[in-house]
């Protein structure tokens, strides 16, 4: 079984710039996640969706960062205009409905200059 | 609000020795408590999880984890390191009736050879 696919797995950008990654879950998964994970912390959840739904989407700054999965299985976050505070690592991960065990993808390294 | 805490920022064992990472907890109702590990570039893996029944979880590459109500804890174990297992190693908890996860700062295991 193929795992959560991620891409670019490293990007480098100016402050200002805008920034897109991409997420396919794993196949069958009704629900996904946006974490990120900046150096020395723990990951923090940004968005979930069920299909192609929000269901949490507290923590995401909405000023700059959007999200969408409009077919209910790929995924973008997007970054318009970027900080130097966005460097992090922005982590997918997908979930079974009712299963309560978050599968992640490799992540994408993100480092604002 | 549920948060985890993992008290040492890195844990230094010989290969060979049983390695323990520690976890407290703190919720409001039952909680659900789950160890992943993740190594260098790469995303999270999931170890093992504490939803309800027996107290000692058995989970992959040998790891287990006691759940310990009266002490709020959930260590993880391994009764004999590898110089593999040496890796960031994150405690969660699922937030109320949700499916967030809120993960701890992270312990840093290390084993020599």
């Known amino acids: 079984e193929a795992g959560v696919a991620q891409s670019p797995r490293y990007k480098i950008i100016e402050k200002r710039q805008s920034v897109a990654f991409w997420c396919n879950p794993i196949s069958g998964h009704a629900t996904l996640y946006w974490y990120q994970q900046i150096l020395g912390q723990g990951p923090k959840l940004l968005i979930q969706f069920q299909n192609n739904g929000v269901v949490d989407d507290s923590q995401l700054p909405k000023d700059r960062f959007s999200a969408e999965r409009l077919k209910g299985v790929d995924s973008t976050l997007k970054i318009q205009p970027a900080k130097l505070e966005d460097s992090a690592v922005y982590l997918c991960?997908?979930?079974?409905?009712?299963?309560?065990?978050?599968?992640f993808g490799p992540g994408t390294r993100l480092l604002v200059l | 609000a549920q948060s985890v805490a993992q008290p040492e920022d890195q844990v230094n064992v010989a290969e060979g020795n049983p390695l323990t990472v520690k976890c407290t907890y703190s919720v409001s109702g039952n909680p659900y408590l789950f160890w992943y590990v993740q190594y260098p570039n790469r995303g999270l893996q999931f170890l093992l999880k504490y939803i309800t029944g027996d107290n000692l979880v058995k989970g992959s590459y040998g790891f287990e984890a006691e759940f310990n109500k009266s002490q709020t804890s959930f260590h993880l174990k391994k009764p004999s390191a590898l110089v593999s297992d040496s890796a960031l190693y994150f405690c969660a908890v699922r937030e109320g009736n949700t499916d967030k996860l809120i993960f701890g700062t992270g312990t840093r295991l290390q084993v020599f050879p």
């Open positions: 991960a997908s979930s079974l409905v009712l299963v309560e065990t978050q599968y």
